[in-house]
């Protein structure tokens, strides 16, 4: 399935609207329920070695629930920036040349150290 992002978030929407959910999609509510999302996708890992997690991707069922959890959290991060009135991928897009100057190349190459501490 090839779907744009803006085709998804119709999808969403229309889906959002039929069930008259749009009432409790306030954005207080839809940042809480990304967090919770996200803790959620956390909780595929949780307790979990690197080598543990490496075999969760071999798994279909651990990798079908792996892909629902980042959907959830993606699907969340639409509607927010939706209800917030910005466009995500420019946002993305912004947040990504903001990160090139705070990390330069030959600074960051191969560290994790924080832009503030290069």
């Not at 999808?11 to 996200?38: C, M, P, Y």
């Not at 969760?56 to 959890?69: A, Y």
């Amino acid at each position: 399935m090839d779907t744009t992002i803006n085709a998804l978030l119709e999808q969403l929407l229309a889906f959002r609207g039929a069930r008259d959910w749009k009432q409790f999609h306030t954005l207080r509510n839809l940042i809480v329920s990304t967090s919770i999302e996200a803790g959620e996708l956390l909780e595929t890992i949780q307790w979990k070695t690197d080598s543990e997690i490496e075999a969760l991707l071999r798994d279909p069922t651990q990798t079908r629930n792996l892909k629902h959890e980042c959907a959830d959290v993606f699907m969340y991060l639409l509607l927010v920036a939706h209800t917030a009135g910005f466009d995500l991928v420019d946002a993305a897009a912004e947040k990504l040349e903001l990160n090139k100057e705070r990390y330069p190349v030959d600074k960051a190459k191969g560290t994790a150290t924080k832009y503030s501490e290069l």
